[in-house]
């Protein structure tokens, strides 16, 4: 049988790559993820504009642009997508509070002890959820909580990364501050260290794109002081720490993370803690589409969480060593 016009514009394929390409605007990388061939998805976008009677991109030297066809597909695809979501939320609000999957997206810069120590506590309790916990970038967290393959993201906030707030809610966990690790003798009695008291050693940080490399830049730049010099970016607040304090480097690092470490032990080996002036703040949240707090298990599990604190609270339970 010959597909309708319609079956040809709106197969989940066809979608997928497109909005791919629309997200990388780069052919060789969108099919790289999507796992095909250049020549491949090619093809299926040239077999799309065909079918719509209208090409979606252009060219300007070598760089792909939506056109106006390709941006009134995209307003429309994304308009798709999300009541499909809505569907399939719909559907799983009758759904019991204590079985089930539940996917968590983690920002890889938190420490995550007590979202663990809490999984573990209602596994115990409810045998038969399935708690999915994923480290992800920002990048990561935004694109999965928009195609809704996370059902909780826990990040940090406020995040310029998320454009469009309207279908999607916070719950606050704690408020977070970044405290500043050096191996400035000159320094060790200030309770707190002016930007410019922090750039005459390199730095060891995240990569590129994380939320607390982003908003180090962001901190500089309002300070108009010259970022100071990498030597070194990982991915995890434990590889940093270890590498500042091996190698004499400076770094930044929430103080949520900072609290069970023995302060002693590092003045020891001349490295101090202090605060950032003018001190860089944000908080530690829950994010999820509006609806999913609506899923017996995800409402249940929000609620749980906030027993959990009640009985402990967060940094207290930081501090409980394994």
């Keep these: 049988m010959k597909k309708t016009r319609q079956e040809n514009i709106f197969s ?8 791919q390409l629309a997200d990388t605007m780069n052919y060789t990388q969108a099919a790289q993820i999507l796992g095909i061939t250049q020549p491949a998805l090619t093809q299926q976008i040239k077999k799309l504009e065909k079918t719509i ?8 030297g070598k760089k792909l642009k939506l056109s106006a066809a390709g941006n009134i597909m995209l307003k429309s695809t994304k308009e798709i997508y999300s009541i499909l979501n809505e569907t399939a939320d719909e559907i799983e609000q009758s759904n019991s509070a204590t079985s089930g999957e539940i996917n968590i997206g983690v920002l890889s810069s938190i420490q995550d002890k007590v ?6 506590e209602m596994y115990k309790e409810n045998p038969s959820l399935t708690i999915n916990l994923r480290m992800l970038t920002r990048k990561e967290i935004w694109e999965s909580l928009e195609n809704n393959q996370i059902d909780l993201a826990i990040m940090y906030l406020p995040d310029s990364s998320i454009k469009n707030w309207k279908p999607y809610e916070a719950k606050k966990i704690i408020s977070d501050d970044l405290m500043f690790i050096h191996h400035n003798k000159k320094l060790s009695n ?5 930007f410019q008291d922090t750039i005459d050693t390199p730095w060891v940080t995240y990569p590129e794109g994380y939320f607390l490399d982003f908003i180090l830049k962001e901190k500089f730049k309002n300070q108009l002081v010259d970022l100071p010099t990498s030597a070194a970016r990982f991915t995890t607040p434990n590889q940093i720490l270890k590498f500042a304090l091996e190698t004499g480097s400076n770094t930044a690092l929430p103080s949520s993370f ?3 470490k023995d302060v002693n032990k590092m003045e020891n080996i001349d490295a101090w803690v202090s605060k950032m002036t003018p001190n860089i703040k944000f908080d530690l949240a829950f994010v999820y589409r509006k609806n999913k707090r609506l899923i017996p298990r995800i409402g249940n599990f929000l609620d749980q969480f906030d027993k959990f604190l009640e009985e402990k609270d967060y940094l207290s339970r930081l501090k409980e060593k394994d």
């Design 190 to 194: 200030n309770s707190k260290v002016r």
């Design 53 to 60: 009677g209208s090409p979606l991109f252009y060219s300007i």
């Design 115 to 120: 979202l663990e120590d809490f999984s573990i």
């Design 12 to 19: 989940s394929k066809t979608l997928t790559y497109f909005l």
């Design 258 to 260: 900072m609290i069970d």
